[in-house]
C-alpha cells in the first residue's frame, strides 16, 4: 500500500476527485454533471472489466468458482462467468442513470462530458493493456477481479437513500463516496497485481 500511494496515478487521482470538490464548490448547478461523469466512467469500466475477465490466462481456480466449479482457463469457464458480471453490473448501472435522468437536477456541461469520455476511454485501454501484460507472469485472483467494481455502486446507492433516511445532502453523500471508492478501487487493483497475486505455473498450450 505504501509504494502504491507513492506514485504519481494515484495522486493524480486524488487531485483529480479534489478538482470535483472544487468544481461542485463554484458550481453547485454542475452536480449532475460530475455524477453523471462517475456513471458514464463505472459503464467504461464494467465494459474494460468484463474484457479482462473474459481475457484472463491464468485464474486462481481457489478465488471464484460459478455453477459450484472452480474457475478455469476455458472460454466457456470465463465466458460465464464474465458474461454474468456484465448483465448483472450494468443493470444496476441502468436503474441509476434512469434515477439520474429523472431525479438530479442542474445544468449539463457537454463539453465537460466529451473531455472526460475521451479520457475515461484512454484510460481504461493503457489500464487494460498494463493489466494484460501484468498478468502473463501472474495468476490472478479471479474473486477480486470480478467484484472490485462494484465499490462504484455504493456511491450512487446511497445517494439515492441519503436524503429520505438520514436527510443529508445527496451531494455530500455522493462526493464523500465517490472519493472513497475511488481511492479504494485504485489501491484494491494494485494489490490484485502487485501483493496479493502469485506467480503463475507454466500450463501447455
Not at 19 to 27: A, E, G, K, P
Not at 151 to 171: D, F, K, Q
Not at 182 to 196: F, P, S, V
Request: charged content about 15%; proline content about 5%; hydrophobic content about 50%.
Amino acid at each position: 500500500m505504501r509504494k502504491s500511494i507513492q506514485e504519481p496515478s494515484f495522486w493524480l487521482l486524488v487531485a483529480a476527485n479534489l478538482f470535483c470538490l472544487y468544481y461542485y464548490s463554484v458550481n453547485p448547478d454542475g452536480f449532475k454533471t460530475i455524477v453523471w461523469v462517475y456513471w458514464i466512467q463505472s459503464v467504461f469500466i464494467g465494459l474494460f472489466n468484463f474484457i479482462d475477465l473474459l481475457t484472463v490466462k491464468n485464474p486462481d481456480p481457489k478465488s471464484f468458482s460459478i455453477n459450484d466449479a472452480p474457475i478455469d482457463g476455458s472460454f466457456k469457464s470465463k465466458g460465464c462467468a464474465s458474461l454474468f458480471f456484465l448483465f448483472h453490473y450494468q443493470f444496476f448501472h441502468l436503474a441509476y442513470g434512469i434515477f439520474i435522468l429523472i431525479k438530479v437536477k442542474g445544468t449539463l456541461d457537454i463539453l465537460f462530458l466529451k473531455l472526460s469520455l475521451l479520457v475515461i476511454v484512454f484510460e481504461g485501454v493503457l489500464t487494460l493493456i498494463r493489466n494484460k501484460n501484468i498478468q502473463k507472469k501472474l495468476q490472478v485472483n479471479y474473486g477480486q477481479l470480478f467484484f472490485l467494481p462494484y465499490l462504484r455502486i455504493i456511491p450512487m446507492h446511497l445517494m439515492i437513500l441519503a436524503p429520505a433516511v438520514w436527510g443529508l445532502s445527496s451531494a455530500f453523500i455522493f462526493l464523500a463516496l465517490k472519493t472513497l471508492a475511488d481511492i479504494g478501487m485504485y489501491l484494491l487493483t494494485r494489490n490484485i497485481y502487485a501483493k496479493e497475486a502469485i506467480p503463475a505455473e507454466t500450463t501447455p498450450i
